[in-house]
């Protein structure tokens, strides 16, 4: 029987890997492209033909309880992020899409095999009881031109670290809904590090920091969406989804 990755209940529901309400404002008729990869091995990819993916690790009561209530909440973010107009999101639009982020993540991560999930149970608890994300998550958004739909790349980069690998895990899920591209990197790090500790990593070259803006942790009280540059289309979301790839050896 299958629980609920979020209370441990029995899974009698099955949530949208996309939001349906997302999907119908994209007008989009196809899922999209998938992508997953765990450390150096290389990635693997499935396309659907349904403009909906389910997700069977879900029970009615959160399916239709916080979870639902936390796309409603999100749902003026995202809609006015799609306008042509500048928006600034202030520091409770960071949060709620954070949150809204972090949830979409660990839904989708459900779609690989159980035994190799990043999230914990204790996790994806607390983002439950209390919208908040694990420790040493980092969020970004960035504005994709060209891209229709939705799109998802989640790489395991456990075991890439030089130094210390067995102790240091890192995931990446990059995600996109139409113009906006969101991208999430999550470290575990032993018990002994304090929880305040500050986690930095090495990035692929490219012009990062006029692309993307971070929404988490909060580094301002407002955020001026868009940014300076922006993401072409699934070449750019590809790039992106890989700058923090382990370079070729």
């Given at each position: 029987m299958r629980s609920c990755i979020f209370c441990e209940g029995r899974a009698t529901s099955k949530e949208d890997a996309w939001p349906l309400w997302l999907m119908r404002r994209l007008g989009a008729t196809e899922a999209g492209r998938v992508e997953a990869q765990r450390g150096r091995q290389a990635?693997?990819?499935?396309?659907?033909?349904?403009?909906?993916?389910?997700?069977?690790?879900?029970?009615?009561?959160?399916?239709?309880?916080?979870?639902?209530?936390?796309?409603?909440?999100?749902?003026?973010?995202?809609e006015g992020l799609f306008g042509e107009e500048p928006v600034a999101l202030d520091r409770s639009d960071q949060?709620?899409?954070?949150?809204?982020?972090?949830?979409?993540?660990?839904?989708?991560?459900?779609?690989?095999l159980k035994a190799s999930?990043?999230?914990?149970?204790?996790?994806?608890?607390?983002?439950?009881?209390?919208?908040?994300?694990?420790?040493?998550?980092?969020?970004?958004?960035?504005?994709?031109?060209?891209?229709?739909g939705a799109y998802c790349s989640?790489?395991?980069?456990?075991?890439?670290?030089?130094?210390?690998?067995?102790?240091?895990?890192?995931?990446?899920?990059?995600?996109?809904?139409?113009?906006?591209?969101?991208?999430?990197?999550?470290?575990?790090?032993?018990?002994?590090?304090p929880q305040s500790t500050t986690v930095t990593a090495d990035l692929r070259p490219g012009p990062w920091d006029k692309v993307t803006l971070q929404i988490w942790p909060i580094q301002s009280e407002r955020v001026a969406w868009p940014a300076l540059m922006g993401l072409s289309g699934e070449i750019g979301l590809d790039t992106f989804s890989k700058r923090w790839s382990p370079a070729s050896r």
């Open positions: 990635p693997w990819t499935w396309h659907t033909g349904k403009a909906g993916l389910k997700v069977g690790f879900v029970c009615a009561s959160c399916n239709n309880g916080w979870m639902s209530q936390l796309e409603n909440r999100v749902k003026p973010i995202v949060t709620t899409l954070a949150a809204w982020a972090g949830k979409n993540a660990m839904v989708f991560e459900a779609l690989r999930w990043f999230f914990t149970n204790s996790e994806r608890r607390t983002l439950r009881e209390s919208l908040r994300l694990p420790s040493w998550t980092s969020i970004w958004i960035a504005k994709c031109a060209g891209q229709v989640a790489s395991d980069l456990s075991g890439v670290a030089e130094v210390s690998s067995a102790q240091v895990k890192a995931y990446v899920t990059t995600m996109a809904f139409g113009p906006l591209a969101i991208q999430l990197l999550s470290s575990k790090l032993p018990s002994s590090i």
